[in-house]
């Protein structure tokens, strides 16, 4: 075994874990990066960065589909080849991490390529190698696609969203069981551009914590890009052939198609970092952090495995505060009052906060407002065809936003007021006050504010 000491080590280099360590090393610590994939995970190479290139694409052949009746006419003629091709540049030359190495390097890191596992207080093991911790050990070890135990399902060649994301060709036809982002993004990606999709739901609707008016419009939106919404039912069993997937529902019907996506949620594996070397429990899916994301001791963890929001922002958002805390700097402490949401589809949901029932659930003496996007200038000029609201969740005890939500046309751009008025307790009387830009897709809060003062 070789041994060596060292300042800090992170185990798994993620958004977060890239960051804490490569922020570090730059400050002279000696820091090591452990991680068994690519640096940089899953954001630059299967999710936010290419999947949202993906969305760009498609929604520019349904903007060009609606020129006939507001700028003439157009012949579009979709090419998935392009896409693919771009993607596979942005994650350097068929997902090369060969970039994000050098970056990491170039500040003073030293990679490890392995699984890392904590081996007591301060200890950590990866393969032959074993690192002593002066300073600190960093967990940002991330997430994982929750695979369901659907029977059938697990020796056939489903796709999950790294599949999709590195597809050269689509398929004729697919069944999508899973809603939430991931699954109602890419369900209205390949609708788009041409696919035959079915998205399936366990759950009565697909996004299912946003607000429940959410729902009614994204199945316009999709019922638009002709995708099949099916929900209310569990999947009762999987099979494939070479013609194929069928996938049987428990109420009968039975759905055929060439390919399947598994887009059922993500989740944390946490079992194999020896956390019970440092006396917690090694069956956790996530950890418990103060308000510096530390665990205990010289033990820190950031991102998905915090569950705190498995986004790519809210990473970043805790690596800056452990880094600090990690250099006994000042720093702000953690808070998730305001943690801001955006699923891409075509209207985009944007959410911020407490939804309505959330909200009542805590007991605060709720206001809710509304208003409707189509009925705003800017949506009338945009002609907004699946619709769109912006809803306020208010503490009208505090006269504060508690929540909101923005669904629309640049729905999470609109977002950005609400998450700040939020995060700030900005009165709802110096919201009502400010001046809004007309014709902006912004008069919705205004409109709607008008509904609680």
Not at 179 to 206: H, M, N, P, T, Y
Not at 276 to 287: I, Q
Request: glycine fraction near 12%; charge should be negative.
């Amino acid at each position: 075994m070789n041994e060596a000491d060292v300042d800090v080590v992170v185990i798994g280099m993620g958004p977060a874990g890239e960051d804490v360590a490569g922020s570090l090393a730059e400050t002279g610590l000696k820091v090591v990066g452990i991680e068994a994939g690519l640096v940089g995970g899953e954001c630059p190479y299967w999710g936010c960065v290419p999947s949202k290139m993906m969305i760009r694409a498609a929604n520019l052949l349904a903007e060009a589909r609606r020129i006939p009746g507001l700028a003439g006419e157009a012949t579009v003629s979709p090419d998935w080849s392009v896409v693919a091709t771009r993607i596979r540049k942005e994650a350097t030359d068929d997902w090369s991490d060969l970039i994000a190495v050098k970056r990491f390097e170039g500040k003073g890191g030293v990679l490890v390529r392995g699984v890392g596992r904590l081996q007591g207080p301060g200890t950590v093991v990866c393969g032959d190698q074993r690192f002593y911790a002066e300073r600190a050990v960093v967990l940002a070890t991330g997430a994982r696609p929750t695979i369901p135990p659907i029977p059938g399902l697990a020796n056939t060649p489903y796709w999950t969203n790294h599949d999709a994301i590195e597809a050269k060709t689509l398929p004729r036809s697919m069944v999508v069981i899973g809603g939430g982002a991931i699954g109602a993004e890419l369900s209205q990606v390949f609708a788009r551009f041409g696919v035959e999709v079915v998205i399936v739901d366990s759950a009565d609707s697909l996004l299912g914590v946003e607000e429940p008016e959410v729902d009614s419009v994204i199945r316009r939106a999709f019922e638009a890009d002709g995708i099949e919404v099916v929900t209310g039912v569990k999947t009762s069993k999987v099979e494939y052939s070479s013609g194929g997937f069928v996938v049987t529902l428990d109420n009968g019907r039975t759905l055929a198609a060439e390919r399947l996506l598994i887009a059922t949620g993500r989740t944390s594996d946490l079992s194999k970092l020896g956390l019970e070397t440092v006396g917690l429990d090694g069956a956790a899916h996530s950890l418990v952090t103060d308000s510096s994301l530390r665990v205990k001791g010289s033990l820190w963890a950031v991102g998905d495995i915090t569950a705190k929001g498995a986004f790519t922002h809210v990473a970043m958002y805790q690596s800056r505060i452990a880094t600090a805390a990690i250099l006994r700097r000042p720093f702000v402490s953690a808070d998730y009052t305001a943690v801001p949401r955006v699923t891409f589809t075509d209207p985009e949901v944007g959410a911020v906060g407490l939804s309505e029932r959330a909200a009542r659930e805590l007991g605060i003496d709720v206001g809710i407002a509304t208003a409707d996007i189509k009925s705003t200038a800017r949506g009338w000029i945009h002609q907004v065809e699946a619709g769109g609201f912006v809803k306020l969740v208010a503490d009208m005890a505090e006269r504060v936003l508690v929540g909101a939500t923005a669904v629309g046309p640049h729905g999470g751009e609109v977002l950005g007021l609400l998450t700040l008025a939020v995060h700030e307790k900005t009165p709802l009387d110096n919201l009502a006050s400010m001046i809004y830009a007309y014709p902006t897709f912004h008069r919705g809060i205004s409109e709607a504010l008008t509904l609680l003062v």
